[in-house]
């Protein structure tokens, strides 16, 4: 399980240069990824995006490339151009019958006299240079995650044994409520001086009560959610949207189970456990 907070970092030193890309990593509901890098290296940033695909499925990322190049460049006088403007001059210098007196001082101040050559890389050297740094803090990015999914699948593992032991009391108390309303009906009708309604009466009044209340088949769904839930906690994967659907389900028969008990003892309980489901909601936002 991994969480969608993380944090990676590395650098390269090469012929090139160095290259440093650093990643970072918040929730998100879809795989959004940010990619900033100098403009020249623009056309590197969908290749970039591909590699965080291959390997991350959810979660808002920004990746940041800082570049330092360190091309060697050859500096060259173009002797030919010198001796062009060589002769120039001294053709200059003799229609004006002026002495030429020309130093190679003055020469090397005259345009274009230096040729720079940079080393040319073509775009898969390039790319070679820039994955190498990549794939390292894509690496390091996935093992925090992995780290802090552990926490996280540890923490709600946890809540998880809060919620199932909420729900056995919960389910050994309900058949006690039908019964406790019986008593109370037969006390009620004592008061009242026993109106002489027939027993056959009175049970079925217990009996659409018992009906009216039952919460069989809530704690039934409620129990299968919560052993799902423990099933996807462990898959390995994105789970993240899994996992949420399944807390949702379990709110659903949570809130249903405390509209209709009618009973002080399971209303608390209910509250309990949706402060639990709360807790684990929140935390499943983070989860890939």
């Known amino acids: 399980m991994h969480s969608m907070t993380g944090y990676g970092r590395a650098e390269s030193l090469s ?4 290259i440093l890309i650093e990643l970072k990593g918040v929730n998100h509901k879809y795989l959004e990824i940010n990619v ?9 940033e969908e290749k970039i995006k591909k590699v965080v695909q291959s390997k991350v499925h959810r979660g808002k990322i920004d990746l940041y490339v ?13 002797e030919n151009l010198v001796y062009e403007y060589y002769k120039e001059l001294q053709k200059i210098g003799e229609t004006l019958g002026i002495k030429a007196d020309i130093e190679i001082e003055d020469l090397l101040l005259l345009p274009d006299i230096f040729k720079i050559a ?13 994955l190498v740094p990549l794939n390292e803090a894509l690496g390091k990015f996935i093992a925090m995650r992995w780290d802090e999914g552990k926490r996280l699948q540890d923490d ?11 729900v056995t009391e919960i ?17 009620r009708l004592k008061d009242l001086g026993n109106l002489g309604i027939p027993e056959e009466r009175i049970l079925q009044e217990v009996l659409l009560y018992a009906d009216k209340v039952s919460i069989d088949e809530e704690i039934t769904r409620l129990k299968s959610h919560i052993a799902a839930f423990l099933e996807v906690i462990h898959d390995s994967g994105p789970i993240g949207k899994k996992l949420d ?4 389900e379990m709110f659903r028969e949570t809130n249903t189970i405390g509209a209709k008990a009618n009973d002080l003892f399971i209303s608390t ?12 909601r929140e935390q499943v936002q983070n989860i890939e």
């Open 15 to 18: 012929e090139f240069g160095r």
């Open 36 to 44: 900033k890098l100098p403009r020249r290296y623009f056309f590197l």
């Open 66 to 78: 800082t570049v330092e190049e360190a091309l060697s460049k050859n500096v060259k006088i173009d």
């Open 118 to 130: 940079e080393p040319q890389f073509d775009e898969e050297q390039l790319w070679n240079y820039f």
């Open 156 to 166: 709600i593992s946890q809540k998880v044994t809060v919620i199932k032991n909420l």
């Open 171 to 187: 389910e050994s108390r309900a058949p006690e409520i039908p019964k406790e309303y019986r008593e109370k009906l037969l006390n």
């Open 245 to 248: 659907f399944i807390v949702q």
């Open 269 to 280: 309980k209910v509250v309990n456990l949706k402060s639990e489901l709360e807790k684990i």
